[in-house]
């Protein structure tokens, strides 16, 4: 079935540092790719959606020169959180979408941030 | 806006049967997911309804009343490996998933 790799599970940076969080979708093409953050015991919040070869598309209230969105290729998304803040530690995760998964939607594995 | 609402948490006994809820309002509609949640997990796909009515699978079933912006979940025979968050996710006419903020259920002996 059709698998979405995330990349790192687990990252710890210092305030003020950039980090780059890769989705690939390893055996279909994601012509979609939603990037969603999660906080302790709360639901996944969408923050932008992205096609390849697009801008991403950003929801209201995520500042999107904070969060970098690249869809470069149909397979492969990255999210890259620039001067990474503590309030930036939270659980990443993308899923990807396309006509190759009937349009359901395949999940990453999640990121989880810690920014000290 | 996009409003999906269920009850934030859940207990239950093992062995029996329970129903979560599901209400929605959004801006166009084309299906709803459920999804189960393991702290520190993915979410894993449970069931998919577009058209009114049950879908079983197994142990899960999830029901769909349009008309009503309805769903529920419901989860038979519980086992404790059943103790997850389950997540509501309705599908709008951009293609995004918009997630309810998820239902913690706890299974006890």
């Known amino acids: 079935g059709a698998v979405v790799s995330q990349h790192p599970s687990r990252v710890i940076c210092k305030s003020g540092t950039s980090v780059k969080i890769e989705c690939r979708s390893l055996?279909?093409?994601?012509?979609?790719m939603f990037w969603y953050r999660q906080f302790p015991k709360q639901s996944l919040m969408l923050m932008a959606t992205?096609?390849?070869?697009?801008?991403?598309?950003?929801e209201q209230g995520v500042e999107k020169d904070k969060f970098l969105i690249n869809h470069a290729s149909l397979t492969l998304s990255t999210l890259t959180v620039t001067s990474a803040h503590p309030e930036d530690s939270s659980f990443y995760i993308c899923?990807?979408?396309?006509?190759?998964?009937?349009?359901?939607?395949?999940f990453g594995s999640g990121t989880r941030l810690t920014v000290v | 806006g996009q409003n999906i609402d269920q009850p934030t948490e859940m207990t239950a006994t093992e062995g029996a049967i329970v129903q979560i809820n599901c209400t929605y309002q959004?801006?166009?509609?084309?299906?709803l997911f459920w999804y189960q949640q393991h702290a520190g997990e993915a979410p894993t796909f449970l069931s998919y309804?577009?058209?009114?009515g049950l879908e079983e699978k197994g142990r899960f079933s999830s029901f769909l009343s349009r008309s009503k912006g309805y769903s529920y979940l419901l989860l038979k025979e519980l086992q404790m490996k059943d103790s997850a968050s389950y997540l509501c996710?309705?599908?709008?006419?951009?293609?995004?998933?918009?997630f309810g903020q998820g239902t913690t259920l706890q299974v006890k002996p």
């Open positions: 899923s990807a979408s396309s006509p190759s998964n009937n349009y359901g939607y395949t």
């Open positions: 055996d279909f093409q994601a012509t979609t």
């Open positions: 992205s096609n390849e070869g697009s801008k991403a598309t950003y």
């Open positions: 959004t801006s166009g509609f084309n299906g």
């Open positions: 309804n577009v058209l009114d």
């Open positions: 996710a309705v599908r709008v006419s951009t293609g995004k998933l918009i």
